[in-house]
């Protein structure tokens, strides 16, 4: 089951959400640009910039993806760029610090060859776990253009090196 958007909290105040939100969102902001560090400064503009508007946003959680996602998308199209960059996630289930390294490498360059709206949606339906709508909603776009993109970047990745590698396998397979 997809993670509801909503973060609607009449009571809420800026502390709170971000005491509440800041994992998520450098984790969000890491997926997007690459490097913990820049990823932080990201977080960091975007919640400054909610802090400034904080009186009129109904939905902080939101409001801080879109402000992510719209930071994100900017500094591409100002650098005409994106460059492979680290992976982040942890994998639990793995002990193998090597397996893990090339398979954190793969994933990146994989992900790295995705358009900066492919990595977005990317990023906010399966990292961020959020429905269509609500990518959709962040994203300002249809729907049906979320659901294309998807399709897209997945075909894209399945097509990468990644459609090689076996998760039930200890060992990777490359072609």
């Known amino acids: 089951m997809k993670r509801p958007l909503s973060y609607e909290m ?3 105040t800026p502390t709170d959400f971000v005491e509440r939100e800041l994992d998520a969102l450098v ?3 890491t997926g997007l640009c690459g490097t913990k560090t820049t990823a932080e400064d990201l ?3 975007a919640i400054t910039n909610m802090l400034q508007h904080w009186d009129s946003i109904h939905n902080p959680g939101a409001y801080a993806r879109r402000s992510l996602v719209n930071l994100y998308l900017n500094e591409c ?4 760029r994106h460059s492979p960059w680290p992976m982040f996630a942890d994998d639990a289930g793995r002990t193998d610090p090597v397996s893990d390294a090339i398979v954190r490498m793969d994933v990146a360059m994989a992900l790295a060859g995705l358009q900066p709206v492919q990595r977005a949606v990317v990023m906010l339906r399966f ?3 959020l429905s269509v709508d609500d990518t959709a909603r962040i994203l300002r776009r249809p729907a049906g253009s979320v659901r294309r993109v998807s399709h897209e970047a997945l075909k894209a990745l399945r097509m990468s090196q990644l459609s090689s590698y076996n998760p039930n396998s200890s060992e ?3 072609p």
């Open 27 to 29: 984790r969000l902001a």
């Open 43 to 45: 977080v960091s503009a």
């Open 10 to 12: 009449p009571d809420q």
């Open 77 to 80: 199209r100002r650098r005409k």
């Open 172 to 174: 990777l397979e490359k």
């Open 127 to 129: 990292l961020d776990d």
